[in-house]
T-cell receptor, first 116, second 113 residues
Framework: AQTVTQSQPEMSVQEAETVTLSCTYDTSESDYYLFWYKQPPSRQMILVIRQEAYKQQNATENRFSVNFQKAAKSFSLKISDSQLGDAAMYFCAYSPPLYNFNKFYFGSGTKLNVKP | EPEVTQTPSHQVTQMGQEVILRCVPISNHLYFYWYRQILGQKVEFLVSFYNNEISEKSEIFDDQFSVERPDGSNFTLKIRSTKLEDSAMYFC???????????FGSGTRLTVV
């Protein structure tokens, strides 16, 4: 069964510093997709970054980058130059292969606090 | 930037009443989903919908739930007889294809009293 684990319920970072949120997942599939979503206090879910499992290169989006370790089934999110607006819940999500209509499995989330 | 729109943002209903949660997906998207998030818990998959039919549903999505795309633009989730444990944030999402992330709506907070 697919499970997604976020072992850090809450983290804090100083503004302008770098923070890494961890995520591990369990699957028997070889091809899949991984995502990080941000949920601010408004509770909207905002896509931060995605990674295809068949790509070895780690995805990056501006200040956000991932460290994807397929063998270890690890998918961590690094936020560089943290800003106050980055404060939110962050959810890691796994999606099975294309033929399975993108049923997402979410982790339990990490609450990120950004200190001025 | 295109948005997925959900209405209402907050709905309070009496236990046993029927509720309809409404969503307007992005116009060129073909795949539609409902998820829910009970306060303090994980976001959970409810149902996926494609080509005017359910493609997959979870064990949560029992006979009390139904989905419909009545007019080619709206996508609705109906709960026939609400229970206290249905209180949650309900997210609609849509995607253009199956190889990208969803665009989520801003959610409907359902409170059953």
């Amino acid at each position: 069964a697919q499970t997604v684990t976020q072992s850090q319920p809450e983290m804090s970072v100083q503004e302008a510093e770098t923070v890494t949120l961890s995520c591990t997942y369990d699957t028997s599939e070889s091809d899949y997709y991984l995502f990080w979503y941000k949920q601010p206090p408004s509770r909207q879910m905002i896509l931060v970054i995605r990674q295809e499992a068949y790509k070895q290169q780690n995805a990056t989006e501006n200040r956000f980058s991932v460290n994807f370790q397929k063998a270890a089934k690890s998918f961590s999110l690094k936020i560089s130059d943290s800003q106050l607006g980055d404060a939110a819940m962050y959810f890691c999500a796994y999606s099975p292969p294309l033929y399975n209509f993108n049923k997402f499995y979410f982790g339990s989330g990490t609450k990120l606090n950004v200190k001025p | 930037e295109p948005e997925v729109t959900q209405t209402p943002s907050h709905q309070v209903t009496q236990m046993g009443q029927e509720v309809i949660l409404r969503c307007v997906p992005i116009s060129n998207h073909l795949y539609f989903y409902w998820y829910r998030q009970i306060l303090g818990q994980k976001v959970e998959f409810l149902v996926s919908f494609y080509n005017n039919e359910i493609s997959e549903k979870s064990e949560i999505f029992d006979d009390q739930f139904s989905v419909e795309r009545p007019d080619g633009s709206n996508f609705t989730l109906k709960i026939r007889s609400t229970k206290l444990e249905d209180s949650a944030m309900y997210f609609c999402a849509s995607s253009e294809s199956t190889d990208y992330g969803y665009t989520f709506g801003s959610g409907t907070r359902l409170t059953v009293v």
